[in-house]
């Protein structure tokens, strides 16, 4: 059984960092492409950043040069850097992977405010 476990979000003011975490078991992260996606309040869920079983990366446009998606094989994890983060940043954060099925985690709070 796959199972996404989210951690790391928190309150944070604007220009501040965090470090999203998403422990996976049930499933080899580098055979697949796990993907962050956010969810504002009144808004859809929406795609953030991802990472290839090859190491490639992409960003949706307004996150690009301030957030890094990785992966530690080793520990099952994928992570999501985020620094200089804005307000509206503030978004419950999600990891995703698709094996035949697809797969949410509970999701992580990120709030950014002063």
């Known amino acids: 059984q796959v199972q996404l476990v989210e951690s790391g979000g928190g309150l944070v003011q604007p220009g501040g960092s965090l470090r999203l975490s998403c422990a996976a078991s049930?499933?080899?992260?580098?055979?697949?492409?796990p993907v962050w996606y956010r969810q504002a309040p009144g808004k859809q869920r929406e795609f953030v950043a991802a990472i290839t079983s090859g190491g490639l990366t992409t960003y949706t446009d307004s996150v690009k040069g301030r957030f890094t998606i990785s992966r530690d094989n080793a520990k099952n994890t994928v992570y999501l850097q985020m620094n200089s983060l804005k307000p509206e940043d503030t978004a419950v954060y999600y990891c995703h992977v698709r094996q035949r099925n697809d797969y949410w985690g509970q999701g992580t709070q990120v709030t950014v405010s002063s």
């Open positions: 049930g499933i080899i992260f580098s055979m697949y492409m």
